[in-house]
């Protein structure tokens, strides 16, 4: 399943032959509902626990987001943190109430990705003057320099570098196009900022150096999943119909969806491109459908993640203020070298993967 349904509380007791590389990370937390106090309680006074930490996720329904959840989680847990996760239904009002409902609950941290970085400083604010150690995830402000500027909010962001990342691959996109003709790109409809940028960097670099390539438009996936993205290029083919060359799409179920719509309307799509590198994206690229995938490293994200927010929680020296979490580039012919995130995590519940800035003997 693409998209699993998820409680409002969700509290566990556990948790390549690439192309090229990059990185990034951010912590926060943030409770929902009226157990909430019994649960930290309950947290706190066992034996196992020495700290709880909230997760808020903007949508647990993706499985990138789901599997940074989960290995936050994993990770988590061999430190001996608790973690309760929070799913925001890609709603920015419930991230921001769920921060300052774990504010009231007096959790020791908190990671968050912000749906909207502007929304959540304010929350992310009080939490810091009540004593509370936040980790943000995601390209908060878009560029790395708007990024440091904001990340005196924090006390530290894990980004996924969405500057170095965009020119990877805008480049990858313009080479599988043969740095020609028309393509549309299908953005997300949510305000996510740091997504939003990371696709206009793409395109940028696509454009720039190759005069033979037109960007005809955007199109939005209002869902987020392979449906939204069919209907987005629905949309794309009734507006600029066989003009299309290429897709280059903000998530990798829109690349998918788009390749969908293609076909269904016979229209021969030269490429198409898709990020995140969820485990059905690998089956289209193996299909043809795909062309270019730049898959992130969601469970590097979130191991990460747990180790800098541990490292604020026992006063540890040298934690960053800025950690890059890399990407990797695949095609049909080195699809196979990608590394599976549900075995990912795995490694890192059993210690064998511990992520960036683990602290020694952990």
């Not at 693409?2 to 566990?12: E, I």
């Not at 988590?76 to 609950?105: N, P």
């Amino acid at each position: 399943m693409r998209r699993r349904a998820v409680g409002k509380w969700r509290v566990f007791a556990s948790a390549a032959g690439t192309m090229c590389v990059a990185s990034a990370l951010v912590v926060s937390i943030a409770p929902g509902s009226a157990s909430a106090a019994s649960r930290h309680a309950t947290a706190r006074k066992g034996t196992s626990h020495q700290f709880v930490v909230g997760f808020t996720n903007p949508t647990a329904a993706v499985q990138v987001l789901d599997t940074i959840g989960r290995a936050i989680t994993a990770r988590g847990k061999r430190l001996g943190v608790k973690v309760v996760e929070l799913d925001d239904q890609l709603t920015v009002s419930k991230q921001v109430s769920d921060i300052k409902t774990l504010v009231g609950e007096h959790v020791n941290g908190i990671i968050t990705f912000p749906l909207s970085t502007t929304a959540v400083l304010p929350a992310v604010a009080s939490a810091r003057k009540a004593g509370i150690d936040v980790v943000g995830l995601g390209t908060l402000k878009g560029t790395e320099l708007k990024y440091k500027r904001s990340s005196k909010a924090f006390n530290s962001v894990v980004t996924q570098g969405a500057v170095p990342n965009g020119k990877l691959e805008g480049a990858a996109f313009a080479k599988a196009l043969h740095d020609k003709g028309n393509f549309v790109a299908i953005n997300i409809a949510a305000p996510v900022p740091g997504v939003r940028f990371q696709l206009q960097q793409e395109i940028k670099v696509a454009l720039k150096g190759h005069p033979k390539m037109h960007l005809l438009g955007q199109e939005y996936n209002t869902t987020t999943n392979e449906t939204g993205g069919i209907k987005a290029m629905d949309e794309a083919i009734a507006r600029w119909g066989s003009k299309i060359d290429g897709v280059i799409a903000y998530n990798d179920y829109s690349a998918e969806g788009a390749a969908v719509a293609a076909k269904n309307d016979h229209l021969k799509l030269q490429a198409v491109f898709g990020r995140n590198g969820d485990p059905t994206a690998v089956t289209a690229v193996k299909d043809g459908e795909i062309t270019v995938l730049s898959t992130i490293r969601p469970w590097a994200e979130g191991a990460t993640a747990m180790n800098i927010m541990y490292r604020l929680l026992k006063h540890t020296k040298h934690v960053p203020a800025i950690a890059t979490v890399g990407i990797a580039l695949y095609n049909k012919k080195n699809i196979n070298k990608r590394i599976n995130w549900t075995a990912a995590v795995r490694e890192i519940a059993s210690g064998k993967i511990k992520g960036e800035y683990a602290p020694s003997g952990s």
